[in-house]
């Protein structure tokens, strides 16, 4: 059983397009984590969102953690074919500034040109 | 270079062996992890050493599954009596505690990762 649901699983669109990705959970986390990873390489960490209602910017993509700390959102503005890769939300128990993560199944992004 | 390393980068083996796989975390990092990450999954968590210690093993699966970091740097993950289930990457992170305290909380930096088969 997943602890985060992350929706939907597979996006394609063309290059240009918005899109928003979706992390879910019944759980409240301390902190939630997006990481992006590309075939054979491990995770690289995007943005951490650390307070209830936080948005966070990093050039096209927004971060946004939900009021309640159990839900956030990845928006990307104006897609680009080297945004292509496998997007993954990573929720951090509550009050823990160490330990371990809980990751989503992630969101396959392609970006064609 | 300066980031996560882990070696071997691919392990095939047969059913029934034993397995050892290797990280080298950045230099100072006191936190190691260890995660799974089988295909079409996103990594599940497998331990967790602060320093020399494991601070939690919870994610382990059984007692096949075994790690140390005996002098608070290097960790190895062994696999007893390998199964075809055990196919997976296996993914190294560390952690700095000085980020945590910085509450940079849970900055994990990932190695590549090991392709595991098991025939």
């Known amino acids: 059983t997943q602890l985060l649901e992350q929706s939907p699983q597979f996006l394609s669109i063309q290059e240009g397009e918005n899109l928003t990705v979706y992390c879910n959970s019944s759980s409240v986390f301390s902190s939630l984590q997006w990481y992006r990873q590309e075939p054979g390489e491990g995770p690289v960490l995007l943005v951490t969102v650390v307070t209830g209602g936080e948005v966070k910017k990093l050039k096209r993509l927004t971060f946004q953690f939900g009021d309640a700390r159990k839900d956030s959102s990845l928006h990307i503005t104006a897609a680009q074919p080297g945004d292509t890769g496998l997007y993954l939300c990573a929720g951090a128990d509550r009050g823990s500034t160490l330990g371990r993560l809980y990751f989503g199944r992630g969101t396959q992004l392609t970006v064609w040109p | 270079g300066a980031g996560v390393s882990q070696t071997p980068s691919n392990k095939v083996t047969e059913k029934g062996k034993y397995v050892e796989l290797r990280c080298d975390p950045i230099s100072g990092h006191t936190a190691l992890y260890w995660y799974r990450q089988s295909l079409g999954q996103g990594p599940e968590f497998l331990i967790y050493?602060?320093?020399?210690?494991?601070?939690?093993d919870s994610g382990l699966p059984n007692d096949r599954f075994f790690a140390v970091r005996p002098e608070g740097s290097v960790s190895t993950l062994k696999i007893q009596r390998t199964e075809r289930g055990d196919s997976a990457v296996y993914l190294c992170?560390?952690?700095?505690?000085?980020?945590?305290?910085?509450?940079?909380?849970?900055?994990?930096?990932f190695g590549p990762g090991t392709r595991l088969t098991v025939l």
């Open positions: 992170a560390s952690s700095p505690l000085a980020g945590a305290m910085r509450g940079l909380y849970n900055e994990q930096f």
């Open positions: 050493f602060q320093g020399t210690g494991a601070a939690d």
